[in-house]
């Protein structure tokens, strides 16, 4: 009785309460670690993985990675919001004006925060010139059509220029040297360093405190259209560009910067009427673009935008014109 007595009394064991995943039992440092550079750093990561993702990351069991995923779900708290919420949340949203009235004007008024605008066209079209535009304009005082914040450019093709920028920064009275320093530019050198630099973008954030407010990647297709070739690996590429419009978006829209990324082309040989152009990357990139703009040469050295599939914004076309000193401004 006495016995019975004693271990009713006993205190209740305390259940640590998972919030992140080095709490997750049974998995290790080196285990924590391998997933945090696969880009799994918090529950939801895991809890949204596949097995095989899992499995790919640390190279554990599928019963263990199933039982992982399993863990971080139960304790993963669903953060429903209410339509006010996401009301409030889109007040919060910054339109970063490009020098064009025209531009602004088809879409919406600049290019927004916590969004994916994607720029397509062929070379020379003017995709390189407006995210140089961007990454100066975006570091101006909100009252002026900026962010006031830092940019960040992922350059896959060797297109960055820092001679471009101090033009630009002259031209809309910024003092380019600080203007240089508020751009952090990193070199793609293949698909998955890109995708790596994407993920990393968070650490600018929370480890050294940049207040990023622009991410530019130029161009977002190139090194996928250049490592994966034939159909036969078209659905693993497509699975990988998925993966990384995905990052992108996450990270857009819990850090509220613009995500601009620019697009190759490719010509339909089996169209006849129209415009045989056609952005690379197919469905996967069009759904997970918030808006996809359309650029091509005018007259007399003219660029033309076209917004593709947005009804809520403007259909008409946008003419703006390409200025050594300011960069994007009006015909």
Known sequence: MRQELELEMEEPKVVKKITGIADLPGIGPATIEKLETAGFADLMSVAVATPGEIIGATEMSEATAKKVI??????????????????????????????????????????????????????????????????????????????????????????????????????????????????????????????????????????????????????????????????????DRQ??????????????????????????????PDMFFGDPTEAVGGHVVAHNSTYRVYLRRGKKGSRVAKMIDAPNLAESEAVFQIDEGKGVIDV
Do not use: C, W
């Open 70 to 235: 399993a863990i971080a779900r139960a304790n993963l708290e669903m953060d429903f919001a209410s339509g006010d919420e996401m009301m409030r949340r889109r007040e919060q949203m910054i339109k970063i004006t490009t020098g064009s009235k025209e531009l602004d004007k088809l879409m919406g008024g600049g290019f927004e925060t916590a969004a994916i605008t994607e720029a397509y066209g062929q070379y020379g079209s003017g995709k390189s010139q407006i995210a140089h535009t961007l990454a100066v304009r975006a570091q101006l005082p909100t009252d002026k059509g900026g962010a006031n914040g830092s940019v960040v450019f992922i350059d896959t093709e060797g297109t960055f220029r820092p001679e471009r920028i101090v033009q630009i920064a002259k031209g809309n009275g910024l003092d380019p040297e600080a203007t240089l320093k508020n751009i952090k530019v990193a070199r793609a050198f293949n698909s998955d360093h890109q995708m790596l630099l994407a993920e990393k973008v968070e650490d600018l954030i929370k480890k050294q405190g940049m207040n990023v407010k622009l991410l530019i990647v130029d161009s977002l297709t190139a090194h996928f259209r250049a490592e994966f070739v034939g159909r036969g690996t078209l659905a």
């Open 239 to 268: 699975q990988r560009i998925n993966k990384h419009m995905h990052v992108l978006m996450k990270l857009a829209e819990k850090y509220n910067f613009a995500v601009y990324v620019t697009n190759q082309v490719m010509v339909k």
